[in-house]
Structures are given as C-alpha cells and as structure tokens.
C-alpha cells in the first residue's frame, strides 16, 4: 500500500515581510512559524515521514526546538534558487526511502493553519485519484485585469476559478518526473502536472489556511490558531 509523506520547502527568504528572518522562522504564538505548520501536517496520522527542505547555509534552523518531531523529520539542506528546485532536490533525496507510487504532500513552510479536516478530505480523496490533488478556495471576489498603468483593463470571470493551496498531492514518481521536465519557473507543484496534460483534483478549503507573506497576515494566522480545530 502506498504511503503518505510531506515535503516542506523551506529554502526562500520571505523577501515579502521586509526583515532579515526568513519568515519560517518569524514568531507566531511563541514558536516559529514553521512549528506551527509541522505540528499541523503531524496531526494526520496517515503521514509517515515530513521532510524539510533547507537552505545549503541555514543557521537559523538550529537554534530551535524540534523534539515534538523526532523519530519522524528529516531534515535535508538542498534547497535550491526556486521554490521547484527545492521541491525536486528534496524529492530527489527522498528517493532511497520512498517508492514512485508513494503519495507526498507538499505544502508552504509559511502556511501555519491547516485545518485538519481539510487535510484529511485531501487525504481520503486525492489517494484514489489517478493524478492526485490540492487544496484550493474557490474564488469569491470579482477580479480586475490591470493595464501597464495600474488602471482596469478588463473584469475577469470569477466562475470555475480557484485561488491554489497547500498541501499538493502527487506521487512521488510523478511529480518528479513533471518538474524534472518543467524547470524552475513553476510556483506551484500543480502546475508541473498540468504541463504532463493532466488534470489534477480541486479539494476545498477555506481562507483560514493562509500563506505568510506581509507582516499583517502574522497578525491574522495568530488569531486564526486560537481556534482552528475548534
């Protein structure tokens, strides 16, 4: 039977926020932000292994407390200069313990409030897809096409489009092989897939499963965590 891993990558420096920190490692409820993510992919029993995906020169990493994990994270510091570089090195290096057909689940470093029912719909359904699957939020707002001067140029249909998540679920041989072929212009792991010519499975979730970027969405994950699988 096909197993389940996560993959983390963790290699970006979160330009975004405007500190020094990476914004994995920025504070959130007392612990770093990317604390609060494993805890939340650890819940789910179903997940074997998670693996971090560093940066070569990370210092930060080990100056913190990651016991809760021990016996089940892998820590690997083969980040490269893109998000799909790091995921397809860390796929590369997980290949000695995971099968091709093994499921795994990438999802953001700096997406800390995953609610675990939404991971464990991913979970049930993506696992009897023939491609796989990801978290996604349909789109709810009217959207604006900008022209070159920051002006409307067009309004954009909102039906039948969805905003992209984490986690992102493929098998391990799969994906490797889609970003193998896609290059490092891919920002997300469903993109490579699609390059193959197939259609990968929407999930719901909701706007609680956001990603860090600016310093006010710090404020709101803190708040959103109080109470999250309330």
């Known amino acids: 039977?096909?197993?389940?891993h996560a993959l983390i990558p963790a290699a970006g420096s979160g330009s975004r926020m405007g500190g020094e920190c990476p914004k994995q490692y920025l504070d959130l409820n007392g612990?770093?932000?990317?604390?609060?993510?494993?805890?939340a992919l650890a819940r789910a029993a179903r997940i074997e292994?998670?693996?971090?995906?560093?940066?070569?020169?990370?210092r930060e990493w080990e100056r913190h407390d990651w016991s809760p994990w021990v016996?089940?994270?892998?820590?690997?510091?083969?980040?490269?200069?893109?998000?799909?570089?790091?995921?397809?090195?860390?796929?590369?290096?997980m290949a000695a313990g995971c099968a091709a057909d093994d499921w795994v689940l990438v999802h953001d470093a700096a997406r800390p409030?995953?609610?675990?029912?939404?991971l464990g719909r991913l979970l049930d359904l993506a696992r009897d897809d023939a491609v796989g699957g990801l978290l996604a939020v349909p789109v709810a707002d009217t959207l604006k096409r900008a022209d070159a001067g920051n002006r409307v140029e067009a309004t954009v249909p909102r039906a039948g489009l969805w905003q992209?998540?984490?986690?992102?679920?493929?098998?391990?041989?799969?994906?490797?092989?889609?970003?193998?072929q896609a290059g490092?212009?891919?920002?997300?792991?469903?993109?490579?897939?699609?390059?193959?010519?197939?259609?990968?499975?929407?999930?719901?979730?909701?706007?609680?499963?956001?990603?860090?970027?600016?310093?006010?969405?710090?404020?709101?994950?803190?708040?959103i965590l109080?109470?999250?699988n309330d």
Not at 31 to 39: D, F, K, N, Q, S
Not at 80 to 93: C, I
């Open 1 to 4: 039977m096909s197993r389940f």
């Open 31 to 39: 612990r770093p932000v990317i604390a609060h993510t494993l805890a």
């Open 49 to 58: 292994r998670l693996t971090v995906v560093l940066a070569p020169d990370d």
């Open 71 to 93: 016996g089940r994270l892998d820590v690997l510091h083969c980040g490269g200069a893109s998000r799909a570089e790091t995921v397809l090195n860390g796929l590369e290096a």
């Open 113 to 118: 409030c995953l609610p675990s029912a939404a």
């Open 164 to 180: 992209a998540q984490t986690p992102q679920m493929f098998r391990h041989g799969l994906l490797r092989d889609a970003l193998r």
């Open 184 to 223: 490092a212009d891919m920002t997300d792991e469903a993109s490579a897939i699609e390059r193959l010519g197939l259609r990968p499975r929407l999930v719901e979730c909701d706007s609680r499963n956001l990603k860090i970027t600016y310093p006010q969405d710090l404020r709101l994950a803190s708040l």
């Open 226 to 228: 109080e109470h999250l």
